[in-house]
């Protein structure tokens, strides 16, 4: 895509290192008239290794970390080492030019859902950025009785953003919430290759299949109450999506809401 009708030049403002040639987040300026729902994605460009100072020519889809309400867009990714766009998306400076399609896309937003109930959002890897857009979002507290968030990885050092998801309890804009409820949110940071304090070390789908998620946060998944959002590898999805599947929980449809949303663009 060259037709610079479509996109916007954006500056980077910050890059931020989680884990070395791994994981990384960029922060960006914002065009004025982008609007996009939290759980959302861009499509994020840059100009090709042979012409460094074109147009951009390589495109990825990254969902939003960053809030509607925040002035900046933020996105966390994975390096792929041999990859074409991610390793040099890592070495982006403050300065740098990073391209933006005008239109977001993407459909794992709350309007999938009837109002109320319990929100789980499960998460793999970089699956996380989604559901940081929808938490940082105040109203979608409001909006649930309860909120589950799993982070699936594969060592502590993955698990991402944690300060921030751990300082929720602490924010003042929902000292309310939390004070009414000190269960508003549950946290749980799985990982596989090692245990994490108080966490078994185990597969997310895994303890999706036996129990184990609902054990740890103590609330059933009644297809009744819970509404569950999936972001993550394709393998995490299409297993979780069949276990979850026999036990009454399937996507909405001609309007309809249900009470599963599935993030297909990775």
Not at 113 to 122: E, Q
Not at 129 to 142: F, N, T
Not at 196 to 201: C, I, K, R, S, T
Request: glycine content about 8%; charged content about 25%; hydrophobic content about 40%.
């Amino acid at each position: 895509m060259t037709d610079d009708s479509k996109y916007t030049r954006q500056t980077v403002t910050h890059v931020h290192t989680w884990v070395p040639d791994k994981l990384f987040s960029v922060r960006v300026t914002r065009d004025d008239a982008y609007a996009f729902q939290p759980g959302q994605f861009a499509r994020v460009g840059l100009p090709g290794a042979e012409d460094p100072a074109g147009p951009p020519t390589l495109w990825r889809a990254y969902s939003m970390v960053s809030a509607p309400h925040q002035p900046w867009l933020e996105f966390y990714s994975i390096e792929v080492p041999e990859g074409l766009f991610s390793p040099r998306m890592a070495r982006l400076q403050p300065g740098d030019a990073l391209y933006v399609e005008k239109a977001p896309y993407g459909f794992l937003t709350l309007e999938r859902f009837a109002p109320g109930g319990d929100l789980w959002l499960l998460a793999s890897g970089t699956g996380l950025s989604a559901y940081l857009s929808i938490l940082r979002d105040p109203a979608v507290w409001r909006a649930y009785r309860r909120i589950v968030l799993v982070h699936g990885v594969r060592t502590a050092a993955e698990l991402a953003y944690r300060e921030e998801i751990e300082g929720w309890r602490n924010d003042p804009s929902l000292a309310e919430l939390f004070a009414a409820d000190p269960d508003k949110l549950t946290y749980l940071p799985i990982a596989t290759r090692e245990a994490l304090p108080g966490m078994p070390q185990a597969r997310l789908t895994t303890l999706l299949a036996d129990g184990g998620l609902e054990r740890l946060a103590g609330l059933p998944l009644d297809p009744e109450q819970a509404r569950i959002m999936l972001c993550g590898n394709p393998d995490m999805l299409a297993d979780a999506r069949k276990l979850l599947g026999e036990r009454g929980f399937k996507p909405g449809r001609r309007g309809i809401p249900g009470n599963l949303a599935v993030e297909n663009y990775w």
